[in-house]
């Protein structure tokens, strides 16, 4: 029974065309993460929602959005692409963020993204 | 010094062979700890949460090291099938989360 869901898996878009990738998840989790991963690299933390509350990351480019219309789905919008932005792009939720417990994250099958 | 920090490998071990990872992590304010495992082109799947007083699931056993800042991850009697990437995850307070690249394993027979 998938718990996180990512689509679409694959994603081609052209260098400087907005896509916007999705997540949802049936765990009811309060928190949402978006990573990117590169090829051989770490999942690199882009943002994440506590709920309603939206977390940016500093080092993450303006070129990058989220949005959460509920608790259920969360979106990642590329506004305008470059050829390195292409990547796993990871989505992950917790129950909770903080140090006290259930705040393993589990995560979603991933959307690869290829910009052309 | 990156924040999290571990071998890359790869550990290249008979099946059979115990193999250990170490992690070193940079804040001494860090709270919690796991090991997680990526098959190739796969999303992340957690293996297990680092306590304090080291645990054990099966073949695995984590350990953490306040003092020296480091976690461990022990597999015993390795399988074919525990091939992949171990990624070390260490969490502050709140939700700044910090992956390490991984370290790759290949189990052969």
């Known amino acids: 029974d998938a718990m996180v869901i990512q689509n679409p898996r694959y994603q081609v878009t052209q260098f400087g065309k907005p896509v916007t990738l999705s997540c949802s998840q049936t765990?009811?989790?309060?928190?949402m993460y978006w990573y990117q991963q590169k090829s051989s690299q770490a999942p690199k933390l882009l943002f994440h929602?506590?709920?309603?509350?939206?977390?940016n990351e500093a080092d993450t480019p303006d070129n990058f959005q989220s949005r959460r219309p509920n608790t259920s789905f969360c979106f990642l919008d590329i506004r305008s692409p470059g050829l390195g932005d292409a990547a796993m792009y990871l989505c992950?939720?917790?129950?909770?963020?903080?140090?006290?417990?259930?705040?393993?994250?589990?995560f979603g099958p991933g959307t690869r993204l290829t910009v052309l | 010094r990156k924040e999290v920090e571990q071998d890359p490998g790869p550990f290249n071990v008979p099946e059979g062979a115990t193999v250990a990872f170490n992690c070193t992590y940079s804040?001494?304010?860090?709270?919690?700890f796991f090991w997680y495992r990526q098959d190739c082109r796969k999303e992340p799947k957690l293996l297990m949460s680092?306590?304090?007083s080291g645990n054990e699931d099966g073949r695995f056993t984590a350990q953490l090291n306040r003092a020296s800042q480091y976690i461990s991850l022990l597999i015993r009697d390795s399988k074919l099938s525990d091939s992949a990437t171990y990624l070390c995850?260490?969490?502050?307070?709140?939700?700044?989360?910090?992956f390490g690249a991984g370290t790759r394993l290949f189990v052969k027979a």
């Open positions: 992950a939720t917790s129950r909770e963020a903080g140090t006290s417990g259930n705040n393993e994250q589990f």
């Open positions: 765990l009811n989790h309060n928190v």
């Open positions: 929602y506590y709920d309603k509350d939206f977390n």
């Open positions: 804040n001494s304010a860090s709270q919690s």
């Open positions: 680092v306590y304090s």
């Open positions: 995850v260490v969490k502050g307070g709140g939700f700044k989360t910090i």
